[in-house]
């Protein structure tokens, strides 16, 4: 993935694992300057997470009535989605590093939640958990939307200068980057490699709830 200041307007489109950004120039491109926000070093401080409702009002504000109405965010999870969740919890789950890394758990186990790293297809986190998984934007989406909702403190993870691919269709260059979620634990941040392409992660970007809503339906756009 590339900074909004590396956009070019045409013939350049983006991705983060399949996470696509930019179309030659057209709406997504402009949904993507619109939305976009970041914390860039080694080891960021977290950004402030935005409520559901207030992200969605200032979205409409961005984007005005027509854009925003129906937008969707990509980490919204329904309540049977987290009760499904809770219910394989450990009752003593402990501090958030543990309950971090068995949400992790829990989201791949078969015998539980069942999900699959699915390179290709972009979702939000609830077609990911319908179709039972995702690229690692959809993945990062479903458990950022159950860690929130189990009280962690979870955020999305821009590590494309670690995972890069270009790949070239036509007059369009397709930049593949990789998106992965961190939780603010009790020992820092603790990065969650969701498409296991990555081990532990010392510089990152952190990206913000507007970027994730960006990458989304920039994603989209290309299918």
Not at 68 to 77: A, L
């Amino acid at each position: 993935m590339q900074h909004p200041a590396h956009v070019k307007p045409a013939g350049v489109a983006n991705r983060a694992d399949s996470s696509r950004r930019i179309l030659p120039f057209g709406q997504p491109t402009l949904l993507f300057l619109f939305l976009c926000g970041a914390a860039f070093g080694c080891r960021s401080s977290p950004l402030k997470i935005t409520d559901q409702q207030q992200l969605l009002q200032q979205l409409k504000q961005r984007l005005g009535p027509h854009l925003g109405k129906d937008i969707q965010i990509p980490h919204y999870v329904r309540d049977d989605m987290v009760a499904t969740t809770k219910a394989y919890l450990s009752k003593d789950a402990g501090a958030p590093s543990l309950r971090a890394r068995e949400l992790q758990k829990i989201l791949f186990e078969p015998s539980m939640l069942g999900m699959s790293f699915k390179p290709t297809e972009s979702f939000s986190a609830i077609e990911t958990w319908e179709r039972k998984g995702g690229n690692c934007m959809a993945l990062a989406a479903l458990y950022i939307g159950l860690a929130r909702r189990i009280g962690l403190r979870a955020y999305y993870v821009d590590v494309s200068h670690r995972v890069e691919d270009v790949s070239h269709s036509g007059d369009i260059t397709v930049r593949t980057g990789h998106v992965v979620a961190a939780v603010a634990t009790e020992r820092g941040m603790l990065t969650l490699d969701l498409g296991k392409q990555l081990g532990d992660m010392v510089s990152y970007r952190l990206m913000d709830d507007f970027e994730a809503v960006a990458h989304l339906y920039n994603n989209r756009a290309l299918h």
